[in-house]
């Protein structure tokens, strides 16, 4: 969200320059907090912002992770090789907390993006009795 905040942002105060928004998630840059309702409750299959990034320039390279930076060389690393920049924006969002003794054990789920609300729907549909933490 603050990724897609800061460049539109940087449009409606009239930047003219190159913008790209880079993401390792494969979907359009999407609101989080609808996961937990609309998504959940199958009301809404994502919950996309709905924004012209073409219209406004913005260049959207998903499914891309970033592996490095090189601030002397103004370069970020990415899987598809290396992408320069002249002013770098680093918008990574929380790190979901993670329950010690939590990993790898049935029936305990994250819900932190549209894939994980996606897997989690099925579990939901079939009425188990749920904690949520968080």
């Given at each position: 969200?603050?990724?897609?905040?800061?460049?539109?942002?940087?449009?409606?105060?009239?930047?003219?320059?190159?913008?790209?928004?880079?993401?390792?998630?494969?979907?359009?840059?999407?609101?989080?907090?609808?996961?937990?309702?609309?998504?959940?409750?199958?009301?809404?299959?994502?919950?996309?912002?709905?924004?012209?990034?073409?219209?406004?320039?913005?260049?959207?390279?998903?499914?891309?992770?970033?592996?490095?930076?090189?601030?002397a060389?103004?370069?970020?690393?990415?899987e598809?090789?290396?992408?320069?920049?002249?002013?770098?924006?680093?918008?990574?969002?929380?790190?979901?907390?993670?329950?010690?003794?939590?990993?790898?054990?049935?029936g305990?789920?994250?819900?932190?993006?549209?894939?994980?609300?996606?897997?989690?729907?099925?579990?939901?549909?079939r009425?188990?009795?749920?904690?949520?933490?968080?």
């Amino acid at each position: 969200m603050a990724g897609v905040q800061t460049a539109v942002a940087l449009r409606e105060q009239g930047f003219t320059g190159p913008v790209t928004l880079i993401g390792a998630e494969p979907h359009q840059p999407y609101d989080r907090p609808p996961l937990s309702k609309a998504i959940l409750l199958g009301k809404a299959e994502d919950s996309a912002f709905e924004i012209d990034f073409e219209d406004l320039g913005i260049e959207l390279r998903l499914g891309l992770d970033v592996t490095g930076l090189r601030a002397a060389d103004h370069e970020i690393d990415t899987e598809a090789g290396p992408v320069a920049y002249d002013t770098l924006v680093v918008a990574t969002g929380a790190q979901p907390v993670v329950l010690p003794g939590t990993e790898g054990v049935p029936g305990v789920h994250l819900l932190r993006t549209l894939d994980d609300a996606v897997r989690l729907g099925p579990v939901l549909e079939r009425r188990h009795s749920v904690v949520v933490v968080g």
